[in-house]
C-alpha cells in the first residue's frame, strides 16, 4: 500500500522498479518477426504486426474472466463504500488490506477469517475458506460483486461444495446505499453425497480498534482496553468491537499523563541536538517552503525541516527511568528509515516511530511495560535527504493509557443474518474466551458461528456481514468528519439529506435490511450486454477506485479524493479531468464536487480562478476542464436548477481563461500549468483543445441562461481559436506545440494533443477542428507513440517511472517522430499511463478507429492479468489511480451514449455489433439498458428503465448509412404512444416518463428502405 505521497517523491521509489519479463501474449510472438522470429528492431514499429485473427478475437463475445492458479496471486477486488476505506476481496476469498481508519496507512493482513466444518456419519473435517484450505480455488469479478469457488485439486475431496459472493451495495444514483462501510458474505453450501452431513461456518474478526501500527498478531501499538459485546437482534446475531471508551463500557479512572517534552521553550533544555536539521531550538510551526504543519501541541515542535529535506541531525534526550506502561507522542513527516523517533535501552533502538509522509502529527504509543526499571533515551533522527527528509516530534508522556487517535473512534461488526447464528465474543491469541476489556498492547478477536442441515443433494445459504466505522478521518492536514451515508435523491432532486449510522453495529444492521436485488440487478444489466465480455471488464474494473483509500465522502456531503491513494491531495482538477464514472453513475457526488470544491471553497470570487486542489493554484488544463465538469453535471440532472445556482460562476471561471488569452483569439499562449506537473509556455492544443471545448460548453450553457450575446462572442471566440490552431499548430499531420524548449514539446506527438475533442464528443459539442486533422491528428498518436512492446523504445529513452514491464504493449505520453527533442522535454514522456490510454482509446472510438481502440485496450487488460498485476489496481503515482476511470469514456464512446436530462434527451449510436446490440445506461433520475436489433429491413430500439424513473422527450437513433427510416410504431408498455420521426431520432407528444409498473420499456420499430 502506498504511503502518502506526492508525485515527484514517487519518482526515487518508483524509479528502482525492474523490469518485468512475462511470457509473451500470442499476438505479439506473431507481430513483427523476421530473421527467424526475432522482434523488429525499431522503437515503435509503424506496422504493429498485429495478427488479423488475434484483432477479430477482440470483437468476440467471449466468457467472463476465471481467475486460477497463477492468475489468482495478485487479485484483490476493493469491496467497500465509495469513500468508506478500503477492503480488499482476494482472489481466494480473503478479506484483507484494511485500511479503513480514516487514512492510507492500513494493517494489512487483520485476522479475518472464515472456516467450515462438515460432519458427514463420524467423519469430521474443518477447512479454512481461503487458499490454506482450498487449493484449487476460481475467482470471477463482477464489481461490486466477487465469486469465489472454493475446490481441491491435490488433497482430499471435501465432502461438501461452497461458493462464497461477495458484495456491497452499489445502486447507480443512489449514494446513500452505495457508500456502506461494510462487506456482506454469502456462503453456498451444497451436500452432493448420498448422506446427510451438518456444516457450520465460523467468521473470526479481529478487533482492531486503536490500532497505531506494528501488529503482530493480537498485539500493536494502541491496542489495550479493547471490547468484544454480543449482541441479538431480529436480523443480525453478532458481536460488535471496539474500545471500551468508544462503547460506554465504565473503567477506572487513570493517573495523569507525566509529561516528558513539549517543546514549547526557547531552546531543547537538556536535550542534546546535533546536526543542521534541529536548529538551537524547537521550530514554531512550519518553516519556510513547507506545506502547512498540523497536529502538534503548544507552540513549538521539533521539525528537521530546518534549511530544507537535505539537512541531517539528531536530538538525544536525557536519561530516564521507564516506570508507566506506555510512551505516548506525537510524530509526523517522513516514512522512511532515515526519518525516525527511537527508544534506546542499552544504546540500542527497542522501539521505532515514523511518520507517514504527512506534515500532520499523529498521536501514537510505545508499549514499554516489558522494559519497566530500565533506564532509556529517546532520539529524534533525520539522517535522510530528499523527499520527505524530515521528522515532526511534539509532546511525548509517560502514560498508564496508550494515546488515543481517531482509530480508536474506530468500531468493528462481525455478525450473521438470520436466528441461528451463535456468537462468541471475546477470544485471545491462544483462543480462549476472555471477558472485559483486553489488556495494555493486546486486542481480542470476535466470533460467530452458524450451523446447518444439509440432508443429500440440498443446498443451504448462510450470510455473513462485516463492518467498519470511522467517526472522522485526516485528509491533507484538514480533520474532516466521515459522513457515510447519504440519502437518496427524492424524485423531484431535492438536495440530500443525511441518514447518518453512528457505529459499525448500525452500518450491519443497514447492509442486513438492505436490498440486495438492486446492486443484483445492477450487476446484471451492465453485464448482460452484446460487448465483447473481456472489454466490459476491462472498462469497468477501474470504477472500483472510487471504493479505495483514493476516494472520500465528507460529513458535509462532498465527495473528495486523491489522485491515487495518499499521493496528491484535492480532487486534482487536471487528474480528474480523465475521470468520467462518479458524474454518470452517482451524479449527486460528482456535483458535490462542483459545488463544494470547484465553485466553492476552491473558486476566487474576485477573479474567477478555481484552485486545481481545492487552493487557489491556477492549472489552465483544470480551469478549462472546470467549465466542462459544470456542463456534464448540468446534463446529468433533471431540470436546469443545479446550472442557474452556478451559472455566474461558471461563467467567471471561463473568463479567467479569455482574459489570459488576451485579444480573444481563442489561443492559449501564456503560461499553463498542468497535469504534467510543468508548465507549458506556448501556444499548444492539449490544454487548447480543452478550452475550446470549454468556450463550446460556455456557449450552450448561455443560451440555456437566455444570454444570447454571450453565447455568440464565446462562439466567436471559439471560431477564431479554431482557425488560428489550424494555421500555426496542425503541421499536416498532428498538431504540434508552437515552439520549443526545456520542459516543452515543440514538434513532438503527444498523445493528449486533442484532449478536449474526445470531451467535446460525450457532451454533443461538435468538431473544434476539421474533422480530416482531427482523425489524422489520432493515426498519428497510434502509428507513432503505441508501442507492441515498449522495451526497444525505453532502452533509448528511459521513463522517470516503470509501471509495465519491457515485453508489454502501450501508449508513450510524447514522441517526436519528426525529431526536434529538446534535452529536457515535457515531463513523464517516456511512461506509459493506462488514464491516457483510456482517453485515446475513447477517443478513437467516437471517430471510427475502432480496431485501434481495443488493441489499445486490450494491451492494458493484458498487462493487469492477475498474474503479474492486480486486475483492480491500474498504478501511476499511487494505487488506485483515479485518471485510470477514464475508462468510462470508452465505455460511453462504444455506445455512442448522448444524454440532456433537462431537455429529457437519450441518444446513442452503437460502435460495435449495431444489428445485435445491448448496454447499460444511466440518466438524471434512472438507469438500465438501452438495445436495438436489425431484422431484415426493420430496426427495434428499445430503452428499459430497471431502476428510478427516465424523461424522455426524444431519443436518439442510428442507422445504417445510406438508409432512409420510416417509423412504424413506438410503444410503452405494448401501448402505443404518439411519435414522430425527427432528423436522426424520435421525438415524443407529449414527453414519456418510463419506470411506473407496466411503464417500464420504450420499443421503437423503424422500416429502413
Known amino acids: 500500500m502506498a504511503e502518502p505521497i506526492d508525485r515527484r517523491t514517487f519518482l526515487a521509489a518508483a524509479g528502482s522498479v525492474p523490469f518485468v519479463l512475462p511470457v509473451l501474449p500470442p499476438w505479439l510472438r506473431r507481430m513483427g518477426q523476421k530473421d527467424g522470429g526475432r522482434l523488429d528492431d525499431r522503437e515503435i514499429p509503424a506496422d504493429k504486426g498485429l495478427d488479423p485473427k488475434w484483432v477479430r478475437s477482440l470483437f468476440e463475445r467471449g466468457e467472463p474472466t476465471v481467475y486460477r492458479g497463477a492468475s489468482l496471486a495478485k487479485v484483490a477486488m476493493p469491496i467497500g463504500g465509495i469513500g468508506s476505506g478500503q477492503v480488499y476481496l482476494t482472489g481466494d476469498g480473503t478479506l484483507t488490506h484494511w485500511a479503513v481508519f480514516g487514512g492510507p496507512r492500513s494493517p494489512g493482513d487483520l485476522l479475518c477469517e472464515f472456516s467450515v466444518t462438515a460432519k458427514v456419519g463420524d467423519r469430521e473435517e474443518t477447512r479454512r475458506l481461503d487458499a490454506t484450505g482450498f487449493d484449487a480455488i476460481e475467482f470471477r469479478g463482477e464489481w461490486p460483486f466477487g465469486f469465489v469457488r472454493f475446490a481441491s485439486r491435490t488433497r482430499r475431496a471435501f465432502p461438501l461444495e461452497v461458493d462464497l459472493e461477495a458484495w456491497n451495495p452499489k445502486v447507480p444514483l443512489d449514494a446513500g446505499a452505495s457508500i456502506l462501510p461494510g462487506v456482506l458474505l454469502r456462503y453456498r453450501l451444497r451436500n452432493p453425497g448420498k448422506d446427510a452431513a451438518t456444516a457450520t461456518l465460523r467468521g473470526t474478526l479481529l478487533n482492531a480498534a486503536g490500532w497505531m501500527g506494528g501488529l503482530e498478531g493480537f498485539r500493536g501499538n494502541g491496542f489495550g482496553g479493547n471490547l468484544n459485546l454480543p449482541f441479538s437482534e431480529e436480523t443480525l446475531v453478532g458481536v460488535h468491537m471496539g474500545t471500551a471508551a468508544r462503547l460506554g463500557e465504565a473503567r477506572p479512572p487513570a493517573r495523569d499523563p507525566e509529561l516528558f517534552a513539549g517543546f514549547d521553550g526557547e531552546d531543547y533544555g537538556e536535550w542534546t541536538a546535533e546536526g543542521e536539521a534541529m536548529g538551537k531550538a524547537p521550530a514554531r510551526g512550519t518553516l519556510p517552503r513547507q506545506n502547512p504543519v498540523r497536529g502538534f501541541d503548544g507552540e513549538g515542535l521539533v521539525n528537521t525541516y530546518l534549511g530544507g529535506d537535505d539537512t541531517t541531525g539528531r536530538l538525544l534526550s536525557p536519561e530516564f527511568t521507564i516506570r508507566r506502561p506506555y510512551v505516548n507522542f506525537r510524530i509526523g513527516g517522513g516514512a522512511g528509515a532515515g526519518t525516525r523517533m527511537d527508544l534506546l535501552v542499552d544504546g540500542r533502538a527497542v522501539r521505532t516511530a515514523r511518520g507517514t509522509n504527512d506534515e500532520r502529527l499523529e498521536p501514537r504509543s510505545w508499549l514499554v511495560s516489558d522494559l519497566a526499571g530500565k533506564k532509556a533515551r529517546i532520539a529524534i533522527v533525520d539522517e535522510a535527504k530528499g523527499g520527505w527528509g524530515h521528522v515532526n516530534v511534539d509532546r511525548i508522556e509517560f502514560a498508564d493509557e496508550p494515546a488515543r487517535s481517531r482509530a480508536a473512534e474506530a468500531t ?61 478521518r485526516v485528509t491533507a492536514g484538514l480533520e474532516v468528519g466521515n459522513l457515510y451515508a447519504i440519502g437518496s435523491l427524492p424524485a423531484h432532486y431535492g438536495a440530500p439529506h443525511v441518514i447518518g449510522y453512528p457505529d459499525a453495529r448500525s452500518v450491519a444492521r443497514a447492509l442486513a435490511e438492505g436490498d440486495p436485488g438492486s446492486t443484483d440487478a445492477f450487476r446484471r444489466t451492465f453485464f448482460d450486454s452484446t460487448l465483447p465480455r473481456w472489454l466490459l471488464e476491462r472498462l469497468w474494473m477501474p470504477v472500483s477506485i472510487l471504493a479505495t483509500e483514493t476516494c472520500q465522502v465528507w460529513a458535509d456531503e462532498r465527495f473528495w479524493a486523491w489522485e491515487g491513494v495518499g499521493c496528491c491531495a484535492g480532487t486534482c482538477t487536471h487528474v480528474w479531468n480523465y475521470e468520467h464514472a462518479l458524474a454518470r453513475l452517482w451524479p449527486s457526488l460528482d456535483r458535490s464536487i462542483r459545488e463544494k470544491q470547484d465553485y466553492g471553497e476552491a473558486f476566487d470570487e474576485a477573479t474567477g480562478l478555481v484552485g486545481f486542489r481545492g487552493d487557489r493554484q491556477y492549472a489552465a488544463d483544470g480551469q478549462a476542464g472546470t467549465v466542462l465538469k459544470a456542463y456534464r453535471a448540468h446534463l446529468m440532472y433533471g431540470a436546469d436548477w443545479f446550472l442557474r445556482g452556478l451559472w455566474p460562476r461558471i461563467k467567471k471561471s471561463l473568463e479567467v481563461l479569455i482574459a489570459r488569452e488576451g485579444g480573444e483569439e481563442g489561443l492559449l499562449r501564456d503560461r499553463q500549468p498542468n497535469t504534467y506537473d510543468i508548465d507549458f509556455e506556448s501556444a499548444n492544443s492539449f490544454v487548447g483543445s480543452l478550452y475550446l471545448a470549454a468556450l463550446r460548453a460556455g456557449e450552450e450553457m448561455a443560451k440555456r441562461m437566455g444570454e444570447e450575446e454571450t453565447a455568440a462572442r464565446w462562439r ?17 499531420e498532428y498538431f504540434v506545440q508552437e515552439g520549443n524548449g526545456p520542459w516543452q514539446y515543440g514538434p513532438g506527438c503527444l498523445s493528449d494533443q486533442v484532449f478536449g475533442q474526445g470531451w467535446a464528443h460525450q457532451l454533443g459539442l461538435g468538431y473544434l477542428y476539421p474533422v480530416e486533422a482531427v482523425r489524422s491528428a ?14 526497444p523504445y525505453n532502452r533509448a529513452h528511459p521513463p ?61 487488460h493484458d498487462r493487469y492479468d492477475g498474474v503479474r498485476r492486480n486486475p483492480w489496481n491500474e498504478v501511476e503515482c499511487g494505487d488506485h489511480y483515479a485518471r485510470a476511470m477514464a475508462s468510462y469514456g470508452c465505455y460511453l464512446a462504444l455506445c455512442g451514449f448522448g444524454y440532456d436530462g433537462p431537455a429529457g434527451r437519450l441518444s446513442f449510436a452503437p460502435a460495435i455489433g449495431a444489428e445485435d446490440f445491448r448496454a447499460f445506461f444511466t440518466g438524471a433520475q434512472g438507469w438500465g439498458s438501452i438495445w436495438q436489433r436489425k431484422e431484415g429491413s426493420r430496426f427495434t430500439h428499445g430503452v428499459e428503465v430497471v431502476g428510478g424513473f427516465l424523461r424522455l422527450a426524444d431519443l436518439g437513433l442510428s442507422w445504417p448509412e445510406g438508409s432512409k427510416p420510416r417509423l412504424l410504431g413506438a410503444r410503452v408498455g405494448g401501448k402505443e ?3 414522430v420521426l425527427v432528423g436522426g431520432g424520435i421525438r415524443f407528444y407529449p414527453g414519456l416518463w418510463l419506470g411506473d409498473p407496466g411503464r417500464t420499456e420504450l420499443k421503437v420499430e423503424i422500416g429502413l428502405a
Open 778 to 791: 489520432l493515426r498519428a498518436v497510434w502509428k507513432y507513440n503505441w508501442a507492441p512492446a515498449v522495451g
Open 977 to 979: 404512444v404518439r411519435a
Open 412 to 472: 468493528f461488526c462481525l455478525a450473521a443474518l438470520g436466528e441461528g447464528g451463535r456468537a462468541i465474543p471475546a477470544l485471545d491469541a491462544t483462543g480462549t474466551p476472555r471477558e472485559g476489556p483486553s489488556p495494555p498492547g493486546e486486542t481480542y478477536a470476535g466470533a460467530v458461528e452458524c450451523e446447518v442441515a444439509l440432508p443429500p443433494g440440498s443446498e443451504e445459504v448462510v450470510t455473513f456481514v462485516v463492518a467498519w466505522h470511522s467517526r472522522s
Open 716 to 732: 466567436s471566440i471559439f471560431e477564431r481559436g479554431s482557425k488560428a490552431t489550424m494555421e500555426r499548430l496542425f503541421d499536416g
Open 800 to 860: 522517470e517511472r516503470w509501471f509495465l514491464g519491457q515485453d508489454d504493449a502501450g501508449l508513450f505520453v510524447c514522441t517526436w517522430p519528426k525529431g526536434g527533442r529538446d534535452g529536457e522535454p515535457v515531463r513523464y514522456r517516456d511512461e506509459v499511463w493506462t488514464g491516457i490510454e483510456y482517453q485515446v482509446a475513447g477517443h478513437m472510438i467516437w471517430e471510427g478507429m475502432v480496431e485501434e481502440a481495443l488493441v489499445m485496450i486490450r494491451a492494458v
